[in-house]
């Protein structure tokens, strides 16, 4: 895959993970409590500084008329903690609880959702936690709101192609989001909610520009590369190395598969390192990215055909639509475009990335 590809996958996924809902209200309607009022529940609620030892707060089932049905048969994600003193404990998991109930908004609309996640924190929570835990559901809120701004900036085609345009534009979405983050969240809030996430944000697009460097040979830019794999939290240290790992791997097995192995030879490389679930949705994935491949490779080689002709600029772009709708699906119409761009900026690259 070539190094113009990676990033502009990159790209796509770093403005795609900015924010978990792509289709939130954008003005929503009041909710159950009073989570907006966010400042007067602040001063009104004990300091949200967490003091060990944590107390997980006791389960209790929701109320029947409060459950979800697009959450029916499922457990509660994330957890509400307090401390010795009756505080809500700020941690990554009270970030997966929000959402947790956040996810059916979708299905049963932010009232219900909120009601629903209200309910099930009255059950678990007393005073001053309970009240912290709304005011910081208000925070979480307006931040969701205002990040969707975030994804309605397009990017010009030359974003789209060229790597230090690419780059430029995470960085900067990257430098937006954590000021949104620090406008709508106490730094305590921030970091505890956020911290490993724009850590490894941090990380990414650091790593992102130690390959576009051209001054450095493959054994400097390993050793730059754990230099900064180093400065990441443990936790992230070791899942970052199982996610390297995990790609070697798939890269093996990809190459046996240039090399003519068959697929019970690609099946036994792989079941040295996976389970038979894993392996058999491993199969899957790359038979139907190989047959992705050999579609487009077609779609090219005809494309080139037709382009031979001496079209017009416009009767050439017509074309090569009816070509793409003809020959894939509507889901895989963007990574065709993406690719083309690819292509038309590097003509004299294979249209194989």
Not at 258 to 282: H, I, K, N, S, W
Not at 321 to 337: G, I, K, M
Request: hydrophobic share 45%.
């Amino acid at each position: 895959m070539s190094r113009s590809l990676i990033l502009c996958l990159a790209a796509a996924s770093f403005a795609g993970g900015l924010t978990l809902f792509w289709r939130w209200p954008a003005a929503a309607p009041a909710p159950a409590a009073p989570v907006v009022s966010v400042a007067a529940t602040v001063q009104a609620s004990a300091p949200l500084a967490p003091v060990p030892p944590p107390v997980l707060a006791a389960k209790s089932p929701m109320p029947a008329a409060l459950r979800l049905p697009s959450l029916a048969g499922t457990e509660v994600d994330g957890r509400l903690q307090t401390d010795a003193a009756g505080n809500l404990v700020l941690e990554l998991a009270l970030r997966d609880y929000f959402d947790y109930f956040l996810s059916a908004v979708d299905h049963s609309g932010l009232d219900a959702s909120i009601a629903a996640l209200l309910a099930d924190a009255g059950a678990r929570l007393q005073e001053p936690a309970l009240g912290q835990m709304t005011s910081l559901l208000g925070d979480y809120l307006d931040y969701k709101r205002a990040s969707l701004a975030l994804l309605q900036q397009p990017l010009d085609a030359r974003q789209q192609v060229e790597p230090q345009a690419q780059l430029q534009v995470l960085q900067q979405a990257f430098e937006r989001l954590d000021a949104l983050r620090r406008t709508h969240f106490s730094a305590a809030a921030q970091e505890a909610l956020f911290g490993a996430e724009q850590a490894y944000a941090r990380y990414t697009l650091d790593r992102l520009a130690l390959q576009q460097r051209e001054d450095l040979g493959e054994a400097q830019r390993a050793q730059l590369h754990e230099q900064l794999r180093q400065q990441l939290p443990q936790a992230l240290r070791a899942s970052e190395l199982r996610q390297l790992q995990a790609q070697e791997q798939l890269a093996r097995s990809e190459q046996l598969w240039r090399e003519g192995a068959d697929e019970q030879q690609v099946r036994e490389f792989l079941a040295m390192t996976y389970d038979p679930p894993t392996v058999q949705r491993l199969l899957l994935e790359q038979r139907r990215e190989r047959d992705w491949q050999q579609r487009y490779q077609a779609y090219r080689t005809e494309l080139a055909g037709l382009q031979g002709q001496g079209l017009s600029a416009a009767d050439a772009a017509q074309v090569q639509q009816r070509l793409r709708e003809r020959l894939f699906a509507a889901d895989d119409r963007h990574r065709v475009e993406t690719y083309d761009a690819i292509a038309a900026k590097q003509p004299e690259a294979s249209p194989q990335p």
